[in-house]
């Protein structure tokens, strides 16, 4: 009954349904990254330098030269594609019999390089040239100071701020209701071992935590994951151990002891499930502080790192050209952060009202 109507106040959000349908298509856009992103390369990582920085709607035509490898286009559902072509935009192109002339995006010169057929596999003709090998790329937000695709940079950047809040939330949960709920049943030496180990994790900040342990793990993808997760299970901790003190002192408790229950059978199933609507709401503002702390992260350099593509490192890629006239190349994934944060503060704020959460 207590859900139907928890479901119910959500239904009438409007803020609610809004905020938990952005979250959804986020999430499908994470999973999906690479059916979605115009570059399936792996990372969104295909470089083309000559077209680095264009403006929204650009778009070229791209010479491709086929590798020797007899491999040359490894595809991954989840990871993308391995490319061993090389890329090239082209300005201007002619046919010869050998082959083909081009001149390169951006040239200003009268320089053509030359192809020959034999540099692709045989029995290729013009017409297979033109129909495979020769394309028009299309960039619906441009491209970066690399000349990547924004707009794929930005699909693939995703999975970093929707990962990094689902592992993060997950080991503060693990962390921070098993020690909160050791502090606030045993009470004694366990309740103050546990609350000065809290105490000291919450007087050093957040954000340098996170770098020192960063820096202890080392610099990459799941370490800041781990490292973002290892903060967070204070606050955790910290309301379990309340909600925990409180409820064992209730009436039904009291009534299960004196049945003959065993503690961790009044724990699990009497005293847990209690706390189980506060922590949804802390959860959903958890995962809002897991994408900003990586987010800052990624902008100092310490975050995942290059070439996977995170929301924070394109904004410390790009905040130069907030004044070289080209700002959206850092105001983008800026946006993006800050869409997905407030989405999942509203959600919370709406939580906290729909589950009656007065603490």
């Given at each position: ?9 959500l239904?009438k ?8 349908l ?14 979605l992103?115009?570059d ?7 470089m083309?330098?000559?077209i680095?920085s264009q ?14 490898s ?16 090389e890329?090239?935009p ?15 995006f ?32 299309f ?6 100071k ?23 939330v ?6 921070g209701?098993?020690?909160g ?6 009470e ?12 000291v994790m919450?007087?050093?900040?957040t ?7 960063t ?11 781990i490292?973002v997760?290892l903060t ?8 379990v151990?309340g ?8 009436l ?12 961790t ?23 809002a ?22 929301w ?5 890629d ?41 603490n």
């Amino acid at each position: 009954m207590e859900f139907n109507r928890a479901l119910n106040r959500l239904k009438k959000d409007v803020w609610a349904r809004l905020s938990a349908l952005f979250i959804l298509v986020i999430c499908l856009v994470a999973l999906f990254a690479y059916q979605l992103a115009p570059d399936q390369t792996r990372f969104a990582n295909q470089m083309h330098l000559s077209i680095h920085s264009q403006p929204p709607g650009f778009s070229c035509e791209i010479l491709i030269i086929p590798s020797k490898s007899d491999k040359t286009l490894k595809k991954h559902f989840f990871t993308g594609t391995l490319n061993e072509q090389e890329e090239i935009p082209i300005d201007e192109i002619f046919w010869t019999e050998e082959g083909l002339s081009y001149k390169r995006f951006g040239n200003t010169t009268d320089y053509y390089e030359k192809v020959t057929l034999d540099q692709f596999p045989e029995g290729t003709t013009r017409e297979i040239i033109e129909a495979k090998f020769l394309k028009k790329h299309f960039f619906p937000l441009g491209t970066d100071k690399y000349g990547r695709d924004l707009l794929s940079r930005l699909i693939v950047g995703s999975r970093i701020s929707i990962s990094i809040g689902f592992v993060a939330v997950f080991i503060s949960l693990l962390l921070g209701v098993f020690l909160g709920a050791l502090a606030g049943f045993l009470e004694g030496i366990v309740d103050k071992t546990i609350m000065w180990l809290i105490n000291v994790m919450w007087s050093i900040p957040t954000l340098l935590m996170v770098i020192a342990i960063t820096l202890v793990l080392g610099k990459g993808f799941w370490q800041v994951f781990i490292a973002v997760g290892l903060t967070m299970w204070v606050e955790v901790a910290r309301l379990v151990r309340g909600l925990v003190k409180s409820t064992k002192e209730e009436l039904f408790v009291q009534a299960g002891t004196v049945l003959g229950f065993s503690k961790t059978r009044i724990l699990l199933n009497h005293i847990l499930p209690m706390t189980i609507a506060p922590l949804i709401v802390l959860s959903a503002a958890n995962f809002a502080s897991a994408i900003l702390l990586e987010s800052g992260l990624s902008f100092l350099g310490i975050g995942a790192q290059p070439p996977i593509p995170s929301w924070g490192g394109m904004v410390k890629d790009h905040f130069k050209y907030l004044l070289l006239g080209k700002p959206y190349l850092a105001l983008l994934p800026g946006i993006a952060i800050m869409s997905l944060v407030l989405a999942f503060m509203t959600l919370g704020n709406s939580l906290r009202d729909a589950l009656d959460v007065r603490n």
